[in-house]
């Protein structure tokens, strides 16, 4: 008895099909630019950096104002919900009418008792300030 042999036809079409389905992959002008993903969720004013730190802590809404000289002026009510003192750092930065941010503050430290009311105030250096955001974070 002979071998079977697939006929010519399938022989040509298992070389010729993949041959072509290659030089058509290159016939592209390669994969599109990359655009980054927008954020859902906006600019919160108070923003909780690590997830320790949201987990002990409470906020309550800032009170913001402006002095007769048009700089805002933004307290944060802060209580740290843990049994033992806790360290924090918090960082303002200040933003224009357009959403532009106008500068950052350095880091500063606050030591939060266990349970008791505590308040975080941060003041921009120009009238030119129309909003915020304070990023909080455990002490380093």
């Known amino acids: 008895m002979k071998p079977f042999r697939k006929p010519i036809a399938w022989r040509l079409l298992s070389i010729v099909l993949p041959a072509t389905l290659a030089a058509g992959g290159c016939a592209n002008d390669g994969d599109p630019p990359l655009t980054p993903r927008g954020d859902r969720y906006g600019r919160a004013q108070i923003e909780v950096v690590d997830r320790a730190l949201n987990k002990r802590t409470r906020f309550d809404s800032p009170d913001v104002s402006r002095d007769a000289n048009g700089i805002l002026n933004v307290t944060i009510p802060v209580r740290n919900t ?9 960082r303002a930065t200040f933003f224009d009418d357009n959403g532009h941010p106008l500068y950052n503050t350095t880091w500063f430290t606050k030591r939060l008792q266990p349970n008791i009311p505590n308040y975080v105030e941060v003041n921009s250096t120009t009238p030119k300030a129309s909003d915020f955001q304070v990023a909080f974070r455990t002490a380093r």
């Open 82 to 90: 843990s049994d033992k003192a806790r360290d924090i750092q918090y």
